[in-house]
Nanobody, 120 residues
Framework: QVQLVESGGGLMQPGGSLRLSCAAS????????MGWYRQAPGKQRELVAR???????NYADSVKGRFTISRDNAKNTVYLQMNSLKPEDTAVYYC??????????????WGQGTQVTVSS
């Protein structure tokens, strides 16, 4: 069994900052890519940022220069530092990870989601 638990969401004024965390636990052999997605009301879920096991990253154009993804492999944790928040960043943010439970068995896993609301 594998579980992803997110934390760090909340209400923030425009221009403020929030830091999301997502910790993976359970039967884990190794973790490949980890990422953050978001879904706003009435919209499809979209990729925000992704980081692979080697540390290479990619970002949605809408968050480049404002958000930073990082990971701590020793803690099986991925972070999303969100700066200069805008009202359009309001969404439920989901953690995603591709996890190997054995050297040959892997799956994609999702967290339960954490609400981020940017409003004055």
């Amino acid at each position: 069994q594998v579980q992803l638990v997110e934390s760090g969401g909340g209400l923030m004024q425009p221009g403020g900052s929030l830091r999301l965390s997502c910790a993976a636990s359970g039967s884990i052999f190794s973790i490949n890519a980890m990422g953050w997605y978001r879904q706003a009301p009435g919209k499809q879920r979209e990729l925000v940022a992704r980081i692979n096991s080697g540390g290479s990253t990619n970002y949605a154009d809408s968050v480049k220069g404002r958000f930073t993804i990082s990971r701590d492999n020793a803690k099986n944790t991925v972070y999303l530092q969100m700066n200069s928040l805008k009202p359009e960043d309001t969404a439920v943010y989901y953690c995603n990870a591709y996890i190997f439970q054995t050297p040959t068995t892997w799956g994609g896993y999702w967290g339960q989601g954490t609400q981020v609301t940017v409003s004055s």
